[in-house]
């Protein structure tokens, strides 16, 4: 009999093996589409790939997906916002890992991303058709 843990591994499994296509690859470079003021999608290239995440204006929900460099098109309507707060932090860093959070109705709305190192630095959670960046702080106590 499969335990929780199991159950939730295999159930997620197609979403987290996105970020295995990442790998440990340095960062390069972070693009931001945004639509009344919203952030709508965030583009993050790294040395070969791109991780793209957007916006699921239908149930709020967080959407993302890997693909190679060349197989991704950015047009006038992104803005470059690598030398911006919080992206200019995370330039030149490895990416280490990535999560994805379900919220306690079911929805699929973060993921949360680490670079360098295995603690999640950075949550991309999707509010009212837009995403929300945070940064996480470890507190030593």
């Known amino acids: 009999m499969e335990d929780i843990r199991t159950q939730a591994t295999r159930a997620l499994n197609p979403l987290l093996s ?73 330039i030149g860093r490895h990416f280490c890992w990535g999560w994805v959070a379900l919220n306690q109705q079911g929805y699929l709305d973060s993921i949360l991303l680490s670079f360098d190192l295995i603690t999640p630095a950075l949550i991309l959670n999707v509010v009212e058709r837009s995403i929300k960046v945070g940064i996480i702080v470890q507190v030593n106590i």
Do not use: C
């Open 18 to 90: 996105e970020f295995e296509l990442i790998g440990d690859q340095v960062l390069k470079s972070v693009f931001e589409k945004k639509e009344y003021g919203d952030i709508v999608k965030i583009i993050f290239d790294f040395e070969e790939v791109s991780l793209i995440v957007s916006e699921n204006g239908d149930d709020d929900t967080i959407d993302f997906e890997v693909v190679k460099i060349g197989d991704r098109s950015i047009d006038d309507t992104y803005t470059d916002a690598s030398k911006r707060n919080p992206w200019y932090q995370f």
